[in-house]
């Protein structure tokens, strides 16, 4: 079984330069994510998910902070130490299945076509048999992908992604543009690839529906950590600096500037706004 890999980020900043003025993606991101975890990353559009995403599989370095997965500090690793994490030890899903294949090819030859680099970086490989059963595409294996309906699709660009047997996955909204069976289809196969092979899986997702199906959730809020789900329960996340972003429903009653007390009787924290709550 593989060993997932866990993922930990201290302070972690990014700015795009773009011409004329730069964008702060990320102002501060603390994460951890233990091995073996399936954690989804939620958030309004352009607060930062795929950005971090990016960063977790080390294809841009941080303007700032740290980001290390498993053993490796990805801020600091030369250009031939990323090429050999990327090829061996992070699998990606972009957006949209047909990004992650090479269309003229069936779908066991894009994932022998996958595993070339991690070979090439010295990296014993599964057979791309196993791949493809362990995904639940087993039936289609030398079909023509232009034959293959959305959901074997995406299993096929999972199948890729997962070439090289990586211990950390990434999938990028890996079930938007799939109906709800195919969608469930794709969710089964991500828990599946956890279970047997205990790869770390990080998804961004916008549905509901999926969130509910992972056991942890991780909302990101304009650049930062803005809060945790487990189990269905929402939680804050204090931050490093020992702040506390409020749930956006608690800042339409307590804007910027309001001044509160935290209040404590035994194990019980509450804040209260100023002028309210019992002396
Ligand atoms: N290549 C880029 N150049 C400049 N700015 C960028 C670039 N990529 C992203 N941004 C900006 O960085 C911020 C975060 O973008 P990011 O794509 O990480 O957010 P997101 O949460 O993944 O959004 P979405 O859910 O819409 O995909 C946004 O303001 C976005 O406009």
């Not at 593989?2 to 930990?8: A, F, K, S």
């Not at 801020?75 to 699998?91: I, K, N, P, Q």
């Not at 690839?193 to 809020?221: C, Q, S, Y």
């Amino acid at each position: 079984m593989t060993t997932g890999l866990g993922v930990r980020t201290r302070g972690l900043v990014h700015i795009y330069r773009a011409e004329g003025h730069d964008v702060a993606a990320l102002s501060g991101v603390d994460l951890t994510v233990a091995p073996g975890e399936i954690v989804g990353l939620l958030g309004p559009s352009g607060a930062g998910k795929s950005t971090l995403l990016t960063l977790f599989g080390g294809l841009m370095r941080p303007s700032a902070g740290r980001v290390t997965v498993g053993d490796h500090e990805l801020s600091t690793m030369t250009e031939a130490e990323l090429d050999r994490f990327r090829a061996a030890d992070v699998g990606l899903i972009l957006q949209g299945a047909a990004r992650n294949l090479l269309p003229y090819l069936t779908a066991r030859q894009n994932v022998e076509f996958a595993q070339r680099s991690a070979r090439k970086a010295g990296r014993s490989v599964p057979g791309p048999g196993e791949v493809l059963e362990l995904v639940g595409l087993s039936d289609s294996v030398s079909a023509p992908l232009d034959s293959l309906p959305p959901g074997k699709l995406q299993l096929a660009a999972l199948a890729v992604a997962l070439a090289s047997r990586p211990g950390l996955l990434l999938g990028d909204e890996p079930t938007s543009q799939l109906h709800h069976t195919s969608r469930d289809v794709v969710l089964d196969a991500l828990h599946r690839v956890n279970e047997e092979w205990g790869t770390t899986i990080v998804v961004v997702t916008h549905d509901p529906e999926v969130a509910a199906r992972l056991p942890r959730t991780v909302t990101i809020r304009d650049g930062r950590v803005g809060g945790e789900g487990r189990q269905g329960e929402e939680y804050a996340v204090v931050s490093a600096d020992g702040s506390l972003p409020l749930p956006a429903v608690v800042v339409e009653d307590l804007p910027p500037g309001s001044l509160v007390r935290v209040h404590r009787v035994d194990d019980v924290w509450t804040i209260i706004p100023q002028g309210g709550g019992q002396e």
